[in-house]
């Protein structure tokens, strides 16, 4: 039997984009996928401008913006209003907040079986990695060194081998069950009803400001709408549901939609569910550093701030290259430590601003009565509108410093940093600051996204980057050297992790982060 280097279960969005990041250090991957292609759903269609900016890293950012269902019709921002021909209280983009000093991208919304698609395509590149759709993991089991997989196809059982397997597969994860990891509910359940059908009719019935997502805002029930693919009438909605109905088919949807929307149109139904809302957390992200959770398996949010897909690609980015360095024996595993050290207060932070978008809506509707008091209940919404898109702060500008690989610098503050707003920081701990080099090419066109990179912004200093170079190829792996103009940041030297967090900065190179950081974790 073959064994894999890491089986990754479950082949959505951050499973392909984990075996993307294992395909760029040649790891033997295998990936089991339940579902025979992209599920038709409604979910996790907006990408933000850090999730674009590890598109770059894939090579996959113009194909993901070419295929953004932005349009003249429907642009890329949210709406609240009454109902679709009521009145609008507030619009509201991320990308507003964003310029090409702080990110060379924009978030794009598609919906999430296009992204799926691409990242799909783009596996297919890596001779390292194997794709099996139709298998559904029954069982996971230890045995000595290895962890032994069995899938089922059709009314086949097969076993796989691996030295690391990777859960991405969903909030009802399997492999963390297994694990015997507690999925934590940091909130009670809401029923929500999701609904995807397909109209040409209904464009026509909207007069308020036009977006890609609308909040109505009238009914007592807690509603959105958006559109999937304006070409193809696709549309979908989320509606949460306090009623008495034990089966989706006891509702006339039909009318719900009439209802909420303030249009009568005409319409087909392609898909509709209940599903359970909840804040989840897993309370660990590894088990015995072999099995560890990413994504959905790892923390459940709430659709209020499309943090969810977001943090699930960080997860994937910050754990792809610490398994690749200790497969390929050029770190301790113990390197494995730090994946939950570092993600888990970035997931925790996330979950609890989702919940606070959730929970702020549902206050407001019981607050202000918008048939008594229009007025302040327009007013609190342009409040909220800005709360749930001003996040810059937490989408980029996280940081991870409760870490062994962070050597910070004597006085660095470790304030997280205000949500609302993202003040790019060239220190130790943080994502790389953006900066345009030469031939205004994006400073992420240029990292390397499989060593260390050292940055070196001074002049005169060929024998220094040569002898650390040496240094730390002897002590974990190879190290590329970036020489750009003098003063393009504001120290001399960061040394840049392959997941492009900063884990040290000098005006003079020393040894102190080898003692101090590096030292624990090299073979």
Request: charged fraction near 15%; charge should be neutral.
């Given at each position: 039997m073959k064994i894999y280097d890491v089986i990754i279960i479950g082949g959505g969005p951050?499973?392909?984009?984990?075996g993307i990041e294992l395909?760029?250090?040649?790891?033997?991957?295998?990936?089991?996928e339940k579902y025979p292609a992209p599920l038709l759903s409604p979910r996790a269609q907006y990408i933000n401008a850090r999730s674009m900016e590890f598109f770059m890293r894939w090579g996959l950012d113009d194909e993901l913006k070419a295929s953004q269902i932005s349009s003249e019709e429907f642009p890329n921002q949210a709406v609240w209003c009454s109902k679709l021909n009521g009145n609008t209280y507030a619009v509201s983009s991320s990308n507003d907040q964003l310029n090409d000093d702080l990110s060379p991208q924009r978030s794009v919304r598609l919906p999430l079986w296009v992204t799926e698609g691409i990242?799909?395509?783009?596996?297919?590149?890596?001779?390292?990695v194997s794709f099996l759709?139709?298998?559904?993991?029954i069982n996971i089991g230890l045995e000595q060194d290895h962890l032994i997989i069995s899938a089922k196809n059709n009314s086949q059982t097969i076993n796989y081998k691996a030295t690391y397997v990777v859960a991405c597969d969903g909030a009802n994860s399997i492999t963390r069950r297994q694990a015997g990891i507690d999925f934590k509910n940091l909130t009670p359940a809401k029923r929500v009803i999701s609904v995807v059908f397909e109209t040409t009719d209904l464009k026509k019935h909207i007069s308020v400001t036009k977006g890609c997502l609308f909040y109505l805002?009238?009914?007592?029930i807690s509603s959105a709408i958006g559109s999937i693919n304006p070409s193809h009438g696709l549309w979908y909605a989320q509606i949460i549901y306090d009623g008495d109905a034990e089966t989706i088919d006891e509702i006339d949807i039909d009318q719900l939609m009439n209802e909420l929307t303030g249009c009568t149109f005409s319409k087909k139904i392609i898909n509709t569910h209940f599903w359970d809302m909840h804040i989840q957390l897993a309370e660990k992200f590894s088990y015995e550093n072999r099995i560890f959770l990413v994504g959905d398996s790892a923390h459940a949010f709430v659709p209020a701030g499309a943090f969810g897909l977001n943090t699930g690609f960080?997860?994937?980015?910050?754990?792809?290259?610490?398994?690749?360095?200790?497969?390929?024996?050029?770190?301790?595993?113990?390197?494995?430590?730090?994946?939950?050290?570092?993600?888990?207060?970035?997931?925790?932070?996330?979950?609890?601003?989702?919940?606070?978008?959730?929970d702020d809506m549902t206050a407001l509707r019981k607050k202000y009565n918008p048939r008594d008091n229009l007025e302040e209940f327009a007013k609190a919404n342009i409040i909220l509108a800005k709360q749930f898109t001003r996040t810059l702060g937490l989408t980029m500008g996280y940081a991870y410093f409760n870490s062994p690989l962070t050597h910070l610098f004597d006085g660095q503050s470790i304030a997280p940093m205000l949500k609302i707003t993202y003040q790019?920081?060239?220190?130790?701990?943080?994502?790389?600051?953006?900066?345009?080099?030469?031939?205004?090419?994006?400073?992420?066109?240029?990292?390397?996204?499989?060593?260390?990179?050292?940055?070196?912004?001074?002049?005169?200093?060929?024998?220094?980057?040569?002898?650390?170079?040496?240094?730390f190829n002897q002590n974990l792996s190879n190290l590329k050297i970036l020489i750009l103009e003098k003063n393009s940041y504001s120290c001399k030297y960061i040394l840049v992790r392959p997941d492009w967090h900063i884990a040290y900065i000098s005006d003079e190179l020393d040894e102190s982060y080898f003692e101090l950081c590096l030292s624990n974790f090299t073979k």
């Open positions: 951050t499973g392909i984009a984990l395909g760029l250090h040649n790891i033997s991957t295998l990936i089991l990242l799909r395509d783009k596996l297919q590149t890596f001779p390292s759709k139709e298998y559904e993991v805002l009238e009914s007592p960080g997860d994937v980015v910050n754990l792809g290259w610490k398994l690749a360095a200790v497969i390929k024996k050029q770190a301790q595993p113990n390197l494995l430590e730090t994946y939950e050290m570092e993600r888990l207060p970035v997931c925790l932070r996330n979950l609890e601003a989702a919940q606070q978008n959730a790019p920081i060239a220190a130790p701990g943080y994502f790389l600051p953006h900066i345009w080099v030469s031939n205004k090419q994006s400073i992420y066109s240029v990292l390397s996204a499989i060593n260390w990179t050292l940055i070196v912004s001074a002049d005169n200093c060929a024998d220094l980057i040569q002898a650390w170079q040496n240094k």
